[in-house]
């Protein structure tokens, strides 16, 4: 639920059944606009219908870390009064 800030996976059924069926039916979990593409491609292999291709979490922690040492500013960096492009990509 965090990684969805509060919201409700799948909000849009309101039965279990309909879950269910949403998933039977190759439904994905929609990307929120704040997620990045990066860590909603890692989070949607952890859905993988066959077990066994499902993401590991070796393999999960090792794709976050690398995801936010790329990707995080030192606290000490200046914060900057403009925001380019760059920063504003999700």
């Known amino acids: 639920q965090s990684i969805f800030r509060g919201g409700t996976p ?6 279990w059944n309909d879950v269910l069926t949403a998933i039977d039916n ?3 979990l ?6 990045s593409r990066t860590v909603y491609d890692i989070i949607v292999t952890c859905f993988e219908e066959i077990p066994e291709k499902r993401a590991k979490y070796d393999q999960l922690e090792n794709a976050f870390r690398t ?3 790329e990707t995080m500013v ?3 960096d200046e914060i900057p009064l ?3 492009d760059h920063m504003l990509q999700i």
Do not use: V, W
Request: proline share 8%; charged share 25%; net charge positive.
């Open 82 to 84: 403009i925001f380019d």
């Open 74 to 76: 030192p606290l000490t």
């Open 26 to 28: 190759g439904e994905k």
């Open 10 to 15: 799948y909000s849009q059924c309101r039965k």
């Open 67 to 69: 995801y936010f040492n």
């Open 30 to 35: 929609h990307r929120p606009a704040t997620m």
